[in-house]
């Protein structure tokens, strides 16, 4: 136990052995036990909830009690006080009718809020952004409320907080001037930069993959951190943390392993995977596959889960997911089915169909060479797309690509300039 925490709960029990009635060493014990635990008073086994009700007993316009109280609650759950019910935003509301000011309540009142929810208090109604405003307003540098924030705003939106305006990212780094330990923050803040993008903080700057590391540091079960940083990795590439080198593999295994839910880091643990290569999670063995129909088990409509399964069915085989069938081509139907801006699933796609072949998709049919043509209006630098698209065209033969027409040949030297070619093109064949 923490020193201060454990200072706080022998000065509450002094109090209390001098006065049981002090309300505010009662609301004092409670927080000494906010990681769980009890303790004895008077004879008697308390635990925070318990002691946060006596706090009421004895004042019951004790807003510090109030909000604490809300600490404990589920969303769901309910608690008696003067025998009326209460559930865990009524008790924060409870705290901001005594003191209007209570910042800690507001940013808990912003918390407990389902996004297009609103209360009233006072005269005005809230939603969880208008809650963490108060909780600005109360105090300008809290920096939890700031991350929170972060959170409401879209990704060209801004928003008025005093004087300035702020984008996401700019209440994110708000946030971490104010604690630089805060993981959530930090995780945030590699969110939204893109790719190659920096962040300036503290006169460091932060590229995605610093700011993971920096959410990991302070958070080393953050499992979202970990599938992320998995993310910046490419090819062989790797990371130390704490003295251990992770490569991509072991990024994604870290993250399901501190958090079995995230769907996308099972299917991108199953892309990581050698064929016939397993992992052990939990006293189980995974192989790729078993990792994506993981991922689809906990959530059917992931897409790049479905892309990567359909990677590991082979040609003529079918895999089963909840009671259905599916080939691999129908696996990629599946990917483009929830997302047609997946350029690598449409090539892959076309790469399953026979020639004269054809797939409906949204009431469209496309054959091999137009799910070439959407690769490229997805990612127009994709060489394996470019060369399937030359040895898809008759010698004389033009197809019209961003405006622009192109030649088998033509296509097969923009695969070459991409840098990017299929395993099997050794050299630019002649196309005769």
Same mark, same amino acid.
């Given at each position: 136990?923490?020193?201060?925490?454990?200072?706080?709960?022998?000065?509450?029990?002094?109090?209390?052995?001098?006065? /049981?009635?002090?309300?505010?060493?009662?609301?004092?014990?409670?927080?000494?036990?906010?990681?769980?635990?009890?303790?004895?008073?008077?004879?008697?086994?308390?635990?925070?909830?318990?002691?946060?009700?006596?706090?009421?007993?004895?004042?019951?316009?004790?807003?510090?009690?109030?909000?604490?109280?809300?600490?404990?609650?589920?969303?769901?759950?309910?608690?008696?006080?003067?025998?009326?019910?209460?559930?865990?935003?009524?008790?924060?509301?409870?705290?901001?009718?005594?003191?209007?000011?209570?910042?800690?309540?507001?940013?808990?009142?912003?918390?407990?809020?389902?996004?297009?929810?609103?209360?009233?208090?006072?005269?005005?109604?809230?939603?969880?952004?208008?809650?963490?405003?108060?909780?600005?307003?109360?105090?300008? !540098?809290?920096?939890?409320?700031?991350?929170?924030?972060?959170?409401?705003?879209?990704?060209?939106?801004?928003?008025?907080?005093?004087?300035?305006?702020?984008?996401?990212?700019?209440?994110?780094?708000?946030?971490?001037?104010?604690?630089?330990?805060?993981?959530?923050?930090?995780?945030?803040?590699?969110?939204?930069?893109?790719?190659?993008?920096?962040?300036?903080?503290?006169?460091?700057?932060?590229?995605?993959?610093?700011?993971?590391?920096?959410?990991?540091?302070?958070?080393?079960?953050?499992?979202?951190?970990?599938?992320?940083?998995?993310?910046?990795?490419?090819?062989?590439?790797?990371?130390?943390?704490?003295?251990?080198?992770?490569?991509?593999?072991?990024?994604?295994?870290?993250?399901?392993?501190?958090? /079995? !839910?995230?769907?996308?880091?099972?299917?991108?643990?199953?892309?990581?995977?050698? /064929?016939?290569?397993?992992?052990?999670?939990?006293?189980?063995?995974?192989?790729?596959?078993?990792?994506?129909?993981?991922?689809?088990?906990?959530?059917?409509?992931?897409?790049?889960?479905?892309?990567?399964?359909?990677?590991?069915?082979?040609?003529?085989?079918?895999?089963?997911?909840?009671?259905?069938?599916?080939?691999?081509?129908?696996?990629?139907?599946?990917?483009?089915?929830?997302?047609?801006?997946?350029?690598?699933?449409?090539?892959?796609?076309?790469?399953?169909?026979?020639?004269?072949?054809?797939?409906?998709?949204?009431?469209?049919?496309?054959?091999? !060479?137009?799910?070439?043509?959407?690769?490229?209006?997805?990612?127009?630098?994709?060489?394996?797309?470019?060369?399937?698209?030359?040895?898809?065209?008759?010698?004389? @033969?033009?197809?019209?690509?961003?405006?622009?027409?192109?030649?088998?040949? @033509?296509?097969?030297?923009?695969?070459?300039?991409?840098? !990017?070619?299929?395993? @099997?093109?050794? @050299?630019? /064949?002649?196309?005769?």
């Amino acid at each position: 136990m923490p020193s201060d925490i454990q200072s706080k709960r022998t000065s509450s029990l002094r109090a209390l052995a001098l006065n /049981p009635a002090n309300g505010n060493a009662w609301t004092d014990l409670g927080i000494s036990l906010r990681d769980g635990g009890q303790v004895k008073v008077g004879g008697k086994d308390y635990t925070a909830q318990e002691c946060f009700l006596k706090a009421l007993e004895c004042d019951p316009k004790m807003g510090s009690a109030w909000g604490n109280l809300g600490n404990t609650l589920k969303s769901a759950d309910r608690v008696e006080v003067g025998g009326k019910s209460y559930k865990k935003k009524d008790c924060y509301l409870k705290a901001l009718e005594l003191d209007p000011r209570y910042e800690i309540a507001w940013y808990n009142l912003g918390r407990a809020l389902k996004p297009g929810f609103r209360v009233r208090v006072g005269w005005k109604m809230y939603d969880n952004r208008g809650c963490y405003l108060k909780a600005l307003e109360c105090f300008p !540098r809290y920096g939890k409320a700031w991350n929170n924030l972060g959170g409401t705003i879209n990704q060209r939106e801004r928003l008025k907080v005093g004087t300035e305006e702020f984008g996401a990212q700019e209440c994110y780094l708000k946030s971490l001037e104010c604690d630089p330990t805060d993981g959530d923050a930090w995780y945030n803040l590699g969110i939204t930069l893109k790719e190659g993008k920096q962040a300036k903080l503290g006169g460091e700057y932060y590229g995605t993959r610093e700011c993971f590391l920096k959410a990991l540091e302070f958070d080393p079960q953050m499992g979202g951190a970990w599938g992320n940083l998995g993310r910046t990795l490419k090819g062989g590439e790797s990371v130390r943390i704490g003295g251990v080198e992770c490569f991509m593999r072991d990024c994604f295994l870290k993250a399901v392993e501190n958090d /079995p !839910r995230i769907t996308i880091a099972w299917a991108l643990l199953g892309s990581a995977l050698t /064929p016939g290569e397993k992992v052990e999670i939990e006293g189980k063995a995974y192989t790729a596959q078993d990792c994506c129909l993981r991922a689809l088990e906990i959530d059917a409509r992931i897409g790049p889960a479905w892309e990567i399964l359909g990677d590991t069915v082979k040609e003529g085989e079918k895999v089963q997911v909840q009671e259905k069938v599916y080939t691999r081509s129908q696996c990629y139907l599946m990917a483009l089915q929830r997302d047609l801006g997946n350029g690598s699933a449409w090539y892959k796609l076309g790469c399953t169909l026979k020639v004269g072949e054809k797939v409906r998709i949204v009431g469209i049919r496309y054959d091999e !060479r137009s799910c070439f043509l959407k690769a490229l209006e997805c990612d127009p630098n994709d060489g394996p797309a470019w060369s399937s698209l030359g040895y898809a065209l008759r010698e004389g @033969e033009h197809v019209k690509v961003g405006g622009k027409e192109y030649t088998a040949q @033509e296509c097969l030297l923009k695969a070459k300039e991409s840098g !990017r070619l299929r395993d @099997e093109d050794a @050299e630019t /064949p002649s196309n005769e």
